[in-house]
Every structure is written in C-alpha cells, then in structure tokens.
C-alpha cells in the first residue's frame, strides 16, 4: 500500500512539475516585455523621455517589495490563493497596458500605461511569493539544478518564439497599435498561466502562523549565511539587471536602428539565456555554485565593456552587438541558476515563502534601483553625451556600461558572501 501510495505521489509530483513548466511558459511573457526592449519601445512610440521610460521600467523591480507580506500571509492562508490574487493583477494590468494607446493625450496615455505597470508589479509580487515554496515540494534536491535549467530554457523558448513574433509585427506594422496588440496578446496569454497554475499539488497547508510578522521576519534574516547572500544577490543585481535595456537605449536611440532591430538582437541575448539556463543547470550539479559565480563576474565585465567598443570597425558592428546580447543573455541565465539554487539550499524548513520572498525583493529590488540610478544620471546630465575613449566617440550609455563593468568586476570580492552550499558532486 506504501508503495502504491509512493508511486501514485511521484506521478503527482511529475504531473505537478509539467504544470509548472507550462504556467511559465505562458505567464513568462510579462516579466519578459520589460526586461526583451518591447516595453520600453512602446514607450518610447508613445513619445516618452529616456529617462522616464527607465523609470518606470524599474518601477516592476522596486514593488517586489509587496512580496515579503504576500508571502507572510501565504504561509497562513495557502500560496495558491496569493498567487491566483496576483494573477489576477496581472492581467488586468497587462490589459490597462495595450489599452493606453488609445488614450487622447500624451499624459492619459503615461498615466494609464504607468497604472498597468504598477498593478502588474504588484500582482507579479504576489504571484513569486508563493511559487518557489508552492514548487518545492514537487522537486526532489537531486534534479533541481537540471529542473530549473529545464524550466528555464522552455520559458525561453517560448519567449523567444513571442519576440520572434513580435519583432514581425512591428515590422510588419510599424506603428503604435501593433505594440498594443501585443500587449494584449501577454494579457490572453496570462490567463493561460492561470489554467497551468491550478494543476498544481499544494501540499502543505501550514497551520496559522501564531508569531508576528517583524518577529518571523527578524528570525529568518537571523539564519546562518541567509542575509549574506541576500546582500550579494542585491548588489549583483544593480550592477547587471540594467545592461541589456541600456544595449537597448544605445541601438535605440544612439545607433538609432529600426525598432524590429532592436527586439531581433533582444532576441539573440534570449538565445544565450537558452544556453547558459542549459550549461548553468548542469555546472551547478556538478560543480557547485562558487565557481559558476566566479565565471560569471568576469563575464559581465567583459561583454559590458566590449560593447562599447561596437564603432571599431563597421565590418565588426553587427557582429559585436550580436555577440554581446548572445554572451550577456547566457551568462545572466547561467547566474540566475546558481541564485535560484543557492536560495533553496538556504531555505528553512517553515515560512518558506516568507523566506524566499525576501530574497526576491533584494534581487528585483537590486533590479529596480538599478533602473532608477541609470535615470537619475541621465535626467540630471551627469555625463557627458559625447566623449572620447581609446580614439572612439562615446555616449552617456557608454559611461554606464563602462562603469557597470568595471564594478561588477570589482564585486567578486564580495564571492565570499556565498555560502557555497551545494558542493561539488
């Protein structure tokens, strides 16, 4: 009996990991649009300042927050109903997105546009609150890294697919409605996320937490290692999160290519993300996350700053910014495993989501300040917006990247906030 009990659980398991996989794939699209150019050029269509559109692109980053109180009540009330409350929130700001266009005014259409943005920020908030613990228990620890990189590279894909698609549409059309429409094509596809969702197993049903909040939150950034590695993830994230919209900016707006370009090279940095989620999942189980970490750091540095170097020959251009989106997208997939693997080792045994939430918001909110430091440079004219480096003309986008690189390289003293949990097999 124990071993049909086992069996039909492990079915249940596997059916609940396919359903994880498939929710998203489908919801990915969102989190995607801020992060693959397609936000900020249907901003930019609408006639927003750089700055601006920085701004609130960062704002999805910095209402992470909200998931630290999310995931407190989702350890009391069930994860499941904090995450269909979130995605409720992001389809309902997804649709206030693709609807703004047809808003009169310039302001009613920042004013809408900002108000989907921030209801989708919260709603995602919500929903990853209860996702890592609501998964947990359907990933056995020897196929997590494999899992992930698993999970990663078909969201990827499907990813991929959509701004492959995307970039046809807007070629094809060229104007402000073909961003509208695929906004509200992330909306439909939110809905499928749901339909996904519900087949996941919840298992545990955690009794009222009886403790207070600020007391349960003091003792889990108590725990060994926990608020060290949250504090490495966070400065990680400011000096990395940025760098693909800022390749964005550059191509945009200094190289001043065609839109569809734009979102084409988005598309070769999603092909790298394929690799490294492929390459970061196996290096992870087999080698542990100190040296994929180690890797990374200095392939951050190199690829920001060779960016920069994209004018040395017109022959090379093209080539440089393809290799630069492709090497970024995997190195920054490939990191994001070992996060994501560090943080289920460190995860205890109750108030999961709680716990794993603070993580998120010092990642996402890493992610948020970083948008908001590039804005505050460039609103205020910190740099100058012509400047001369090794023979070639430089941007103000260009100071960034080289900054960026240079203390990112200068992070991997900070390797020793890791704690290194998983060991080499």
């Given at each position: 009996?124990?071993?049909?009990?086992?069996?039909?659980?492990?079915?249940?398991?596997?059916?609940?990991?396919?359903?994880?996989?498939?929710?998203?794939t489908s919801g990915v699209?969102?989190?995607?649009?801020?992060?693959?150019?397609?936000?900020?050029?249907?901003?930019?269509?609408?006639?927003?300042?750089?700055?601006?559109?920085?701004?609130?692109?960062?704002?999805?980053?910095?209402?992470?927050?909200?998931?630290?109180?999310?995931?407190?009540?989702?350890?009391?009330?069930?994860?499941?109903?904090?995450?269909?409350?979130?995605?409720?929130?992001?389809?309902?700001?997804?649709?206030?997105?693709?609807?703004?266009?047809?808003?009169?005014?310039?302001?009613?259409?920042?004013?809408?546009?900002?108000?989907?943005?921030?209801?989708?920020?919260?709603?995602?908030?919500?929903?990853?609150?209860?996702?890592?613990?609501?998964?947990?228990?359907?990933?056995?620890?020897?196929?997590?890294?494999?899992?992930?990189?698993?999970?990663?590279?078909?969201?990827?894909?499907?990813?991929?697919?959509?701004?492959?698609?995307?970039?046809?549409?807007?070629?094809?059309?060229?104007?402000?409605?073909?961003?509208?429409?695929?906004?509200?094509?992330?909306?439909?596809?939110?809905?499928?996320?749901?339909?996904?969702?519900?087949?996941?197993?919840?298992?545990?049903?955690?009794?009222?937490?009886?403790?207070?909040?600020?007391?349960?939150?003091?003792?889990?950034?108590?725990?060994?290692?926990?608020?060290?590695?949250?504090?490495?993830?966070?400065?990680?994230?400011?000096?990395?999160?940025?760098?693909?919209?800022?390749?964005?900016?550059?191509?945009?707006?200094?190289?001043?290519?065609?839109?569809?370009?734009?979102?084409?090279?988005?598309?070769?940095?999603?092909?790298?993300?394929?690799?490294?989620?492929?390459?970061?999942?196996?290096?992870?189980?087999?080698?542990?996350?100190?040296?994929?970490?180690?890797?990374?750091?200095?392939?951050?540095?190199?690829?920001?700053?060779?960016?920069?170097?994209?004018?040395?020959?017109?022959?090379?251009?093209?080539?440089?910014?393809?290799?630069?989106?492709?090497?970024?997208?995997?190195?920054?997939?490939?990191?994001?495993?070992?996060?994501?693997?560090?943080?289920?080792?460190?995860?205890?045994?109750?108030?999961?989501?709680?716990?794993?939430?603070?993580?998120?918001t010092m990642l996402f909110?890493?992610?948020?300040?970083?948008?908001?430091?590039?804005?505050?440079?460039?609103?205020?004219?910190?740099?100058?917006?012509?400047?001369?480096?090794?023979?070639?003309?430089?941007?103000?986008?260009?100071?960034?990247?080289?900054?960026?690189?240079?203390?990112?390289?200068?992070?991997?003293?900070?390797?020793?906030?890791?704690?290194?949990?998983?060991?080499?097999?």
């Amino acid at each position: 009996m124990t071993d049909n009990t086992n069996i039909s659980k492990e079915k249940e398991q596997r059916r609940g990991r396919f359903a994880a996989i498939m929710a998203q794939t489908s919801g990915v699209h969102g989190v995607l649009a801020f992060k693959n150019s397609l936000l900020l050029l249907y901003m930019l269509s609408m006639g927003l300042s750089e700055a601006r559109v920085l701004v609130y692109l960062s704002i999805f980053g910095i209402c992470n927050f909200m998931g630290i109180p999310a995931a407190y009540f989702s350890d009391k009330i069930g994860q499941k109903r904090i995450g269909f409350a979130g995605l409720a929130m992001n389809i309902l700001g997804f649709s206030l997105i693709a609807c703004a266009g047809f808003a009169p005014t310039l302001f009613t259409k920042e004013v809408i546009v900002l108000t989907g943005i921030v209801i989708f920020s919260f709603g995602e908030s919500l929903f990853s609150a209860s996702w890592y613990p609501l998964v947990h228990p359907i990933v056995p620890e020897k196929i997590r890294g494999r899992f992930w990189g698993k999970l990663r590279i078909t969201f990827q894909v499907a990813g991929l697919l959509f701004s492959g698609l995307a970039a046809w549409i807007i070629g094809a059309q060229g104007r402000e409605s073909s961003y509208q429409l695929i906004m509200a094509m992330i909306a439909v596809l939110l809905i499928g996320r749901g339909i996904f969702y519900r087949r996941i197993p919840e298992y545990k049903k955690n009794a009222p937490e009886k403790e207070p909040f600020l007391s349960t939150l003091g003792r889990i950034i108590r725990l060994d290692c926990y608020a060290s590695f949250g504090a490495y993830i966070f400065l990680l994230m400011i000096f990395t999160a940025n760098t693909p919209i800022i390749f964005a900016l550059i191509e945009k707006e200094v190289m001043m290519l065609k839109a569809e370009t734009v979102v084409w090279l988005a598309n070769i940095g999603l092909f790298g993300c394929l690799g490294g989620f492929y390459v970061g999942g196996h290096a992870v189980d087999r080698l542990g996350t100190k040296p994929v970490f180690l890797i990374c750091h200095f392939g951050f540095a190199v690829f920001s700053i060779l960016f920069i170097f994209r004018d040395i020959s017109p022959v090379l251009t093209m080539p440089l910014l393809g290799i630069c989106n492709f090497a970024f997208g995997f190195i920054f997939s490939g990191s994001s495993i070992a996060i994501t693997t560090e943080m289920f080792a460190l995860m205890p045994t109750h108030n999961r989501a709680l716990a794993m939430s603070i993580f998120n918001t010092m990642l996402f909110v890493g992610t948020g300040l970083s948008g908001i430091i590039c804005a505050g440079i460039l609103n205020f004219n910190f740099l100058k917006k012509e400047w001369l480096f090794c023979g070639l003309t430089m941007s103000n986008y260009d100071a960034i990247l080289l900054g960026c690189g240079g203390m990112v390289l200068l992070l991997t003293a900070t390797l020793g906030l890791v704690p290194s949990i998983i060991q080499k097999k």
